[in-house]
Every structure is written in structure tokens, then in C-alpha cells.
């Protein structure tokens, strides 16, 4: 089974996003409804505003409450799918920013022969930006301007090795932000993604 998962939590403003994205999936990615699901992270407050929204969509789609309250939470939410109790129904995970349009056949990606070890994405960036990370990186033992990736869109395997990197990504903010004080990135979370990711 594949799962594609979005997040809509902070900003009711983000459910017209959603419908957006909803709407891009339903014309143009030829979702196979035996085999994909959508997965919508987001509040029990904007769930029934977005089950009236989506109501005029034939397509398999599933919620997951959780209860977040800052910017920061939210943008840290997608790191909590391995949380999901239904995970384990799935192999191949696909998240996206509400702010993406499908513009072809998601199967084209579901179809690909993708490593267990390695999260795809689009390539965006450098880790010497603090967009990506720059704050953690040792530019002693690399180059600044190695390529990094955008967090908007991100495609791996359900397995114990990409467990394993959202853990270690969760466990490195909750020690930067909430034990150590410092200060939240201005690209939330992405940063902790990237430099997780390619460490």
C-alpha cells in the first residue's frame, strides 16, 4: 500500500491549500484506490471543517489528530507519521506541503524501485544556507556548498532505517530548541531534516 500525507494545523487559511492540493490529486494523479491512501495530520477543530470542505471528493482519505498549538509544532508535525497507528499498513510514504499541486500520475513515483535507506527529494539549496541546516554542519569535514534538499516534498520507504532518521531528527530538536533554549530556525524544522538526513 502507498500513503500520500499532508498537514493542516495553525492557519484555517491552510484548508483552502488543502482543497487546492486535494483537488490537483483527484483530476491528475490517477490515485489507485485499492492500493493509495491520503492522510491528512491536523486538529480535531479543523478535521470537521475539512471533512465539509472534501466532502465533494470521491478519493480514500483518513485523518490523524494530533494536538498542536505553535508554528513550530505544526511545521514539526509531518515527523510524526511513524505515530500513525495504521502505519504498518504501508510501504511507500509521500509527503507533501499543502502549498503543491499534482500535476501528473502519482504512480509514476509508487512504481519506482526506491532504496530502503534513503529519503527522495528536491534537490534545493545548500547546506551552507541556515535554510538547510548550516548551524549543525561541520564545514571542517564538508563543503558549504553542497547541494541540499527542500522539505516540502519527501519520498521514502516505511522501514526501521527511515524510523530510525525521523527519531534521531525528533530526539535533535527536542534537545536544540526544548533542553538547550535555542532559538526556533526560521525555516522550522527543515534544517533539522536536511542535516539529520545527510548526516
Not at 36 to 51: C, G, P, Q, R, V
Request: hydrophobic residues 40%; proline residues 2%; aromatic residues 14%.
Amino acid at each position: 500500500m502507498n500513503l500520500i500525507y499532508m498537514c493542516v494545523f495553525h492557519q484555517k487559511s491552510y484548508i483552502n491549500l488543502l482543497k487546492l492540493l486535494i483537488t490537483s490529486i483527484s483530476v491528475k494523479a490517477n490515485i489507485n484506490k485499492l492500493t493509495t491512501d491520503i492522510l491528512i495530520l491536523t486538529t480535531s477543530e479543523f478535521k470537521l471543517l475539512i471533512e465539509k470542505e472534501l466532502a465533494c471528493f470521491n478519493l480514500p482519505i483518513y485523518y490523524y489528530e494530533l494536538n498542536l498549538n505553535s508554528i513550530f509544532e505544526a511545521g514539526c508535525a509531518r515527523l510524526n507519521i511513524f505515530k500513525y497507528e495504521n502505519i504498518n499498513k504501508y510501504n511507500n510514504i509521500l509527503y507533501l506541503d499543502t502549498d503543491i499541486l499534482v500535476n501528473n500520475d502519482i504512480n509514476i513515483l509508487f512504481n519506482l524501485d526506491i532504496s530502503l535507506d534513503k529519503i527522495y527529494a528536491l534537490e534545493e539549496g545548500i547546506i551552507g544556507h541556515e535554510y538547510c541546516g548550516s548551524q549543525f554542519f561541520d564545514f571542517t569535514k564538508l563543503d558549504t556548498n553542497q547541494s541540499a534538499f527542500t522539505s516540502g516534498i519527501l519520498y521514502f520507504k516505511n522501514n526501521e532505517i527511515i524510523i530510525n532518521l525521523f527519531n534521531s531528527i525528533l530526539s535533535h530538536i527536542n534537545e536544540y530548541i526544548y533542553i538547550n533554549k535555542n532559538s526556533i530556525p526560521i525555516c522550522l524544522d527543515q534544517p533539522f531534516i536536511v542535516y539529520n538526513s545527510i548526516s
